[in-house]
């Protein structure tokens, strides 16, 4: 059994965000970069079917520039067996289409029983890239999984709908699953599995399409978000001092205590 | 050349998903504003819920239909609507950004070689091209994109982005039933359910305070307990919360979970991403604290206090006690 997994690096969550002169897209110098969050629960579910199973082959694939490789070091520390690190400067601001494209194209000759990732990047946020490289690879497909059940020979997942409702899928394999972020709690590295990692292999290789050939959306500014209220800011930095404001003015402005 | 509008009505478990009527306007909006018309599509066994949307400003309902199409499958939804698209061959494909459409729409779009211009918050029509405007970063930064080529563009809109109560009233708009081909569909659906019938009904209280990750710790919820104890409020929380098993899901307010409208909402920590502000922006009065003074949540919050939580909030409660009385 091989399951792939496609993980993304992205911002650090708490990262300060700036527009880069150009204004078609953030200053990357100065941020630090994470793994997404819901590629890092894709690779754990990834690692307990693999634990379940009793063996098989956890491969990761990333597309992104070398800054990527501590994604990849990381999954290989946490348990994965191996890594494809689809090497490009370029594919930064690609859209959905041509990062699914690449990524299909990487994940074919794995020939895997079970394509993971999580359910949309941190930063883009398209919540595509799995699906369209599932329709690309001829793989049928299911969205917002928190649940996956693979210990007879039938997969069958639960998917998250909306508003507290859920569904069982009984799925034919190969099949590629976007995983929804919190349904595990994701595992460590230990000092035995970095150590391992150094061994194992991580494979560069090139994208098999030049990005912006299949991209058909262009972002053109970015900006920071127009705000849609007029916010009042209390207390200037003063935390108590804002507390205090904030009491007096729900009660005797907002008057909703 | 591509020509015309369609707009996607979904409707699940029995019954019309209101964020169509949203998609609807935004449609409209569009059309107007590239003059073009609009046609509603709806997929289903048969016409049920094509003739309920017939009440709009439009230029017919389109009901595609095979018995496939009973129950939802991303692949019987992609084959329908992938026939209605050629034989129709319009410039835009409007969807409401729903977890259904999120399922089934990029792949859609896949086979006509694009993808999907997702979650967008507006648009702007203007000679001839359209701006559509979309969150990048979780809400922290908003982009312009365009659409370039030939062919169909699809687009998605976050919900409330629209207001569904605007969509144009029409004469009645014809439904036009066509059968489709539906091929092998490769996953086999279980009747929809509801974990646990929510214990918890957040939308009818008053006051909500709501903790995001800014918490830190579980025992650190009885801080924000205590405030909305003395407000007469419930204690809610974002996804991250609950996710952690920190408080139970029918806390939890955003696209997975409830939705709420109070008179005052407290936000403590949340940085306000995109899933957890679909839930709660309507608030009558919304109040944010955090400590980044570039969090989305200050974009929808009245009032704002940049600083610790943990600072504020026993301040706050030993005031409003004081106030009280």
Redo the contacts between chains.
């Keep these: 059994m091989k399951i792939v997994v496609l993980m993304k690096q992205v ?1 650090n ?2 990262a ?2 700036r ?1 880069r002169g150009d204004g078609k897209w ?1 200053e990357e110098g100065d941020l630090s970069f994470e793994v997404n969050e819901s590629d890092g629960y894709a690779l754990e579910e990834a690692l307990r079917l693999k634990e379940k199973k009793g063996g098989g082959e956890v491969v990761v694939v990333t597309l992104g520039p070398q800054r990527a490789k501590s994604v990849i070091k990381d999954a290989l520390a946490r348990g994965a067996d191996r890594a494809v690190h689809v090497v490009t400067e370029e594919f930064g601001q690609a ?4 990062a ?1 494209k690449v990524l299909a194209e990487a994940v074919r000759g794995e020939s895997p029983d079970l394509v993971l990732a999580g359910l949309q990047s ?7 890239t799995g ?2 490289a ?3 690879l001829g793989l ?5 999984v928190i649940e996956v059940d693979w210990s007879g020979e039938q997969l069958r997942v639960k998917r ?13 394999t190969p ?1 590629l699953l976007t995983i929804q ?2 349904i595990s709690q994701i595992r460590y590295a230990t000092l035995k599995g970095i150590m391992a990692a150094k061994k194992k292999e991580i494979r560069e290789v090139q994208p098999a399409v030049a990005p912006g050939e ?16 007029q ?5 200037d ?4 001092k ?3 404001q ?6 005797n402005e ?1 008057r ?2 | 050349m591509s020509n015309g509008i369609l707009v996607f009505i979904e409707h ?2 029995g019954a019309i998903n209101k964020v169509s009527y949203e998609a609807v306007a935004a449609a409209q909006e569009l059309g107007a504003g590239t003059g073009q018309e609009v046609t509603a599509v709806v997929l289903g066994a048969d016409a049920t819920f094509a003739n309920e949307v017939t009440g709009f400003k439009l230029a017919g309902v389109l009901s595609a239909e095979n018995p496939k199409l009973a129950d939802y499958t ?2 019987a939804y ?1 084959d329908a609507f992938e026939q209605v698209v050629k034989q129709r061959d319009p410039a835009f494909v409007i969807f409401p950004h ?3 459409v ?3 729409a ?2 859609l ?3 006509f ?7 967008c918050i507006r648009m702007k029509a203007e000679g001839g091209g359209v ?1 559509f405007t ?16 030939e062919g169909t ?1 699809f687009a998605t809109f976050q919900s409330g982005a629209y207001r569904g109560d605007q969509a144009e009233r029409g004469e009645g708009a014809q439904v036009e039933s066509v059968q489709v081909e539906v091929g092998e569909v ?10 646990v019938k ?1 214990a918890v009904d957040l939308t009818k209280t008053e ?1 909500i305070v709501a903790i995001g990750r800014g918490i830190k710790s579980q025992e650190n919820i009885a801080l924000a307990q205590k405030l909305a104890e003395l ?1 007469g409020g419930d204690i809610a929380a974002s ?2 919360i ?3 098993g920190w408080l139970p ?2 806390r939890q307010i955003g ?5 709420v409208a109070p ?2 909402y407290i936000a403590l920590g949340i ?1 306000g991403a ?1 899933q957890h502000l679909v839930g709660m922006k309507n608030a ?5 604290v955090n400590k ?1 003074p ?1 969090a ?1 949540i ?11 939580l943990f ?3 026993p ?2 409660t030993e ?2 006690q ?3 009385g």
């Design positions: 911002p969550k708490d300060v965000l527009v953030v859209g959905p289409f041509a699914a941190d930063d883009h946020g398209y919540g595509q699906v369209i599932a329709e690309l049928p497909h299911a969205t917002i998250e709908l909306e508003s507290g409702w859920y569904q069982w899928y009984t799925m034919q099949a972020s919190g299949s991209e058909f959306q262009t972002v053109e500014r970015v900006y920071l978000p127009l705000k849609q209220k916010t009042q800011f209390l207390g930095g003063d935390a108590k804002g507390a205090a904030l009491a007096e003015k729900l009660r907002a909703v205590i | 699940r478990q991303p692949d992609a729903t977890y259904l999120r399922d089934f990029p792949k779009a896949a086979r070689g694009k993808g999907l211009v997702s979650d701006v979309r969150r990048l970063f979780q809400g922290k930064m908003d982009a312009d994109v365009t659409a370039r080529g563009v490769r996953m086999q659906p279980e009747a929809p359910f509801q974990e929510a006051i407000l996804r991250p609950c996710d952690a899901i029918d696209s997975s979970g409830q939705t008179k005052l940085s995109i009558g009065t919304i109040v944010a980044d570039e989305p200050f974009d929808i919050a009245d009032y704002g206090i940049v600083g610790d600072e504020v909030v301040t706050l005031e409003i004081k106030l009280k």
